[in-house]
């Protein structure tokens, strides 16, 4: 597959390491990895999973353990930095020019590399998730990285806390018809969860 980088030992490569290591997971830190707790339960017994670039993700990848056995694509430097010691997964790292505010990997490069992709389940950060606009974000080059994610997954599962429901950024990436699950924390009231739930998308709230 083009332009992905398959990372056996990477993690000392630039010395960076213990700084990736210490990414902070920010505000709601404490809900975010209950997220990312229940969000192993839908890891499958074997394949593929993407990881998007995010700091709910990012407490998903180091929640990872080496005896699982996947096959893990990611366009974050962090998670890779994460899971780069992990010898018996096997890490696919997407490349394409870094946004220095998120360290996710953008661009065409990104795009064409998920379009030759096979992707069993991918977990998605979003900036905002709402009923009638679907999973958005502020910038233009991550929406469109995030399309072509949904577009090479057979599952896809949105982790976000819940402080972003009701939120509406500039770009749309899914239609909440196509996220298979959104894990979000217990402070989703229950008539937003129930309509999501009517319109398709199961919630799950940890």
Do not use: Y
Request: proline letters at 1%; charged letters at 20%; aromatic letters at 4%.
């Amino acid at each position: 597959m083009a332009n992905l980088v398959n990372l056996e030992s990477v993690s000392h490569a630039f010395g960076t390491r213990v700084l990736l290591d210490g990414v902070s997971l920010g505000v709601g830190a404490g809900e975010k990895q209950r997220i990312a707790e229940r969000a192993l339960a839908e890891l499958p017994g074997q394949g593929t999973i993407l990881l998007d670039s995010g700091t709910t993700t990012l407490a998903l990848a180091r929640l990872l353990t080496n005896d699982l056995g996947l096959a893990v694509v990611t366009n974050s430097v962090a998670i890779a930095a994460v899971l780069s010691d992990h010898p018996d997964l096997q890490l696919h790292l997407l490349g394409g020019q870094v946004r220095t505010r998120t360290g996710a990997a953008v661009g065409s490069w990104v795009e064409r590399a998920l379009s030759g992709t096979c992707i069993d389940v991918a977990f998605l950060g979003t900036n905002g998730f709402s009923l009638d606009r679907g999973m958005t974000t502020p910038d233009l080059a991550e929406a469109d990285a995030k399309r072509a994610m949904v577009a090479a997954s057979r599952r896809r599962i949105v982790l976000a806390d819940a402080s972003k429901a009701g939120l509406s950024h500039f770009q749309r990436f899914a239609d909440v018809e196509e996220v298979s699950l959104l894990i979000t924390d217990s402070r989703l009231d229950d008539e937003t969860t129930e309509a999501f739930d009517n319109a398709g998308m199961e919630v799950a709230r940890a």
